[in-house]
């Protein structure tokens, strides 16, 4: 059995919205950023249950039936470029076993670690939380080099990349930042799809339940209208 250890926080068996087709989902434990719009808080300390490659790759294999031609397994968090070892274990066994790979970041940590990990990864879900550094800093706790470093790498190695952007009103939903994401898209060839998520409160609870404050709480959702008007700017 393999030395290395994941700390996962929980496993969604047959997921539809973390890539394409059916897929495993498998959460991680533990986040370096704090994302002002973060619907999983409980994933920010490290800890979570224990498991090895291999107990996950056996748990993927009683699914592999339903993944048909385009599903597999997705690798999601909390952020799993932190686990990058354990990541790249898992993706290097499920490759074996002709599983789909996909990784779902916020592209924060590029380094040689994280880099073998891409060399398993047939597709990356990179979140663009937003087109500008100072949004970036203020809310998500990082400079927008480090995703944009990484998205620029993806480039480079040709890797089949889906942008997502968590639209969230009075912040992120005007015409400026809708043309520098199409911008983005425009010069990265990796990039083959785009989604516009819609920002959603449903995660208060988990907030209260921490007796932490939700930043954006006080924030509306954006209408559908509003999505679609978006999406339509977008194309
Ligand atoms: S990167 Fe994801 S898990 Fe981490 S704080 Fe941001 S939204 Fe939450």
Redesign the pocket.
Known sequence: MSEIKGYIHSIQSLGTLDGPGVRFVVFLQG?????K?????D??ECGGKEYTPEEIVSRVLRFREYFGRDGGITLS???PLLQADFARRVFEMCHGEGINTCLD??G?VLNEKTKSLLEHTDRVLL?I?YTNDADYREN??CSMRAPMDFLKYLNEKSIPTTLRQ?IIPTVNDGEENILALRDIVKAHACVDKVELLPFRKICQVKYDNMGIEFPFGHLPEPTRDKMAELEGMLR
Request: proline fraction near 4%; hydrophobic fraction near 15%; include cysteine.
């Open positions: 986040c370096n950023l704090r994302c719009c973060c619907h999983n808080p994933t920010w968090g909390g952020e970041t916020s924060s979140d939380k998500a706790g968590v």
